[in-house]
Every structure is written in C-alpha cells, then in structure tokens.
C-alpha cells in the first residue's frame, strides 16, 4: 500500500525567505507526483506535476523535484510572500491499474510579514 | 467560470439521514473522482468513473454510499443513514486523460468541496 508522508507539518518562516518542503513515499512505481495547495476550508489548486521520467518541474517562484528511486519530492518556493500562506499537499498516482492519488497530510506554511 | 463546481458548499444534517452531493465537472473530462478529507488530513480516494462507468471503489466507501454519473457529465455522491464519522469535506476532481500517456500526465482538477456535518 502507497504511504505518503510530508515533513514538516508545519512551518513558519518570514517574508522573503527562500523554503523547501518534503514529500517521501513507500512505493517508486508511480506514474507522476503532484503538489497542490489548499487554502482554508476551500478546495485544492493545482500547482506542479511531476511525471515519472521527469526530475523537475519549475512555476515562477515554485520549483519541485523527484527522485523516484528514492521516493522523494521536494517543493521549493523561493522568495516567499504572505500570499503563499496555505496548506501543501503532495500527491503520487500509482503505475498500474488504480487511478486515484494518494496523498500526503500537508504541510501548513505561515509567512509573517 | 469553467472549472469543477460543487453543490452544495455546505450541509449540516442530522444523524440517520440522507444527503446528495452534486459535481460539475470541467466539461470535456472524461473522469471523475470523489475524495473525502477530515481535518487536519489529506483526502482520501471513495471512487472514480471513466466517463459513465464507476470503475473503482475505495473500501472506505461503505454500502451506504452510492455515486453515480449518469451520460458521463455531472455525477451526485448520495450517503444514507449518516453517522457523525462521516462529518468531512467531500472533494469532486476531474480530470482528461488521452491514450497510454494518459496516465503520466492525467492532472486531475479540483472542485471547492462540500463540507458536511452531521449532528
């Protein structure tokens, strides 16, 4: 069964600072690795995905990273802003037959001003 | 506003009865996903159709869940007799996702959640 676990599980950082968040799951057979975003009580927004083949997807600010041997993922948001105050999840989708993501619990970031 | 919508926002219902969840989702998906998501958690797959067909079940979802998408557009999440347990958000994405490559670069797309509480 695919775990996904995000550390930390909350963070909290001042303006301007640059900041890595870490995805790890159990199971390297995946097709591809999301990240989202999730702002209170509301749904989730997509940020960057990551197919398998791939080791790095950039978004302006946002850089995310694989290492699929590993089963790693790491997120990083370069020059943070109160506005990227949210929650941070991962996701992988498993190669085969299942079609869902399996996600992480989130990373809870805070940017004071 | 042509992303997934989801009606409605917010349900509060007492324990024992039934409540119906709607998803729109982004016009040419041929998939649809529901997820339930407590507090303080990631959301949790409950099922997923490929166009009309409702190809997978998780085991969370319990036979007093029934979803269906009939002619493969909006799809309704129906829950019977509710306990408090199943008191969370409930997220409805979509997604298209073309040929053997489908797989690699499926995004699937969310909607805001309808959050439920029961009493």
């Known amino acids: 069964k695919q775990e996904v676990t995000q550390i930390p599980a909350a963070l909290s950082v001042p303006e301007g600072e640059n900041l890595v968040l870490n995805c790890s799951f159990t199971?390297?057979?995946?097709?591809?690795l999301q990240w989202f975003r999730q702002d209170p009580g509301k749904g989730l927004t997509s940020l960057l995905l990551i197919q398998s083949s791939q080791r790095e997807q950039t978004s302006g600010r946002l850089n995310a990273s694989l290492d699929k041997s590993s089963g790693r993922s790491t997120l990083y948001i370069a020059a943070s802003q109160p506005g990227d105050s949210a929650t941070y999840l991962c996701a992988v989708k498993r190669s085969g037959s299942a079609r869902q993501l399996t996600f992480g619990s989130g990373t809870q970031l805070t940017v004071l001003p | 506003d042509t992303g997934v919508s989801q009606d409605p926002r917010h349900k509060i219902t007492k324990r024992g009865q039934n409540v119906t969840f709607r998803c729109d989702p982004i016009s040419e998906h041929n998939r649809l996903y529901w997820y339930r998501q407590t507090l303080g958690q990631g959301p949790e797959f409950l099922t997923y159709f490929q166009n009309e067909a409702q190809l997978e079940k998780s085991r969370l979802l319990s036979d007093r869940f029934s979803a269906e998408r009939p002619k493969g557009s909006f799809s309704t999440l129906e829950i019977q007799r509710t306990e408090q347990g199943d008191s969370a958000m409930y997220l409805c994405?979509?997604?298209?996702?073309?040929?053997?490559?489908?797989?690699?670069?499926?995004?699937?797309?969310f909607g805001p959640g309808t959050r439920l509480l029961v009493l």
């Open positions: 199971d390297s057979a995946i097709y591809n």
């Open positions: 994405a979509s997604s298209l996702a073309l040929g053997a490559s489908g797989g690699y670069q499926e995004t699937q797309y």
